[in-house]
């Protein structure tokens, strides 16, 4: 099975400024026949069900905010918000779709600092 | 309006049985993968089953196997999971989610339902 391994837990962050999150892979999931990589984040907002903000690693999810992006390739990746808004507190996940078990990353939530 | 709606959940005993299903609306049902994810009270997501196109194919995580099955019927729109020999850790909200493409189920969820919450206790 793919472990996926997100940094930080937690993460307090100023309005208007960025947040990082990381995502580990325990391997690749890169497909060589297309090039891209099985990866997604999700958003998920209290009480809510999760919401897909970007798919193959950096595409953006059609309505999800610019200030949102994804990058990263094989094992490492990161979602960056780009200025923080009070309505992108969340808890936020990855998930690699390259291998059955499909597994999240454990969760990273962010709140206002 | 594209839409997913779970129905079935409820409280269970140990070793029981029950059958979810997830109503479709809104896009062309028998084109796309659908699977079941589930969050425990306070926890992360853990994906459970996927289904192709066709029903053809199923998967499972190991946790489940030989206790849950997975099936479809595109003449009606909806999604099913049959849950049996329920366990305590079984206790969660369960999510039908639809993949964002066409052909395979490795592709991410780009739609999900509210949920529907299993409890497995006595």
């Known amino acids: 099975d793919i472990v996926m391994t997100q940094s930080p837990d937690s993460l307090a962050v100023s309005l208007g400024e960025r947040a990082t999150i990381n995502c580990k892979a325990s391997q690749s999931v890169l497909h060589n026949s297309n090039n891209k990589n099985y990866l997604a984040w999700y958003q998920q907002r209290p009480g809510q069900p999760p919401k897909l903000l970007i798919y193959w690693a950096s595409t953006r999810e059609s309505g999800v905010p610019d200030r949102f992006s994804g990058s990263g390739s094989g094992t490492d990746f990161t979602l960056t918000i780009s200025s923080l808004q009070a309505e992108d507190v969340a808890v936020y996940y990855c998930?690699?779709?390259?291998?059955?078990?499909?597994?999240f990353g454990q969760g990273t939530k962010l709140e206002i600092k | 309006e594209v839409q997913l709606l779970e129905s079935g959940g409820g409280l269970v005993q140990p070793g029981g049985s029950l059958r979810l299903s997830c109503a479709a609306s809104g896009f062309t049902f028998g084109t796309y993968a659908l699977s079941w994810v589930r969050q425990a009270p306070g926890k992360g997501l853990e994906w459970v089953s996927s289904?192709?196109?066709?029903?053809?194919?199923?998967y499972y995580v190991d946790s489940v196997k030989g206790r849950f099955a997975i099936s479809r019927d595109n003449s009606k729109n909806t999604l099913f999971l049959q849950m049996n020999s329920l366990r305590a850790e079984d206790t969660a909200l369960y999510y039908c989610?639809?993949?964002?493409?066409?052909?395979?189920?490795?592709?991410?969820?780009?739609?999900w339902g509210q949920g529907t919450m299993v409890t497995v206790s006595s």
């Open positions: 289904v192709s196109d066709s029903g053809g194919r199923t």
């Open positions: 989610a639809k993949v964002d493409g066409t052909g395979t189920t490795s592709r991410a969820f780009d739609i």
């Open positions: 998930q690699q779709y390259y291998s059955i078990p499909y597994t």
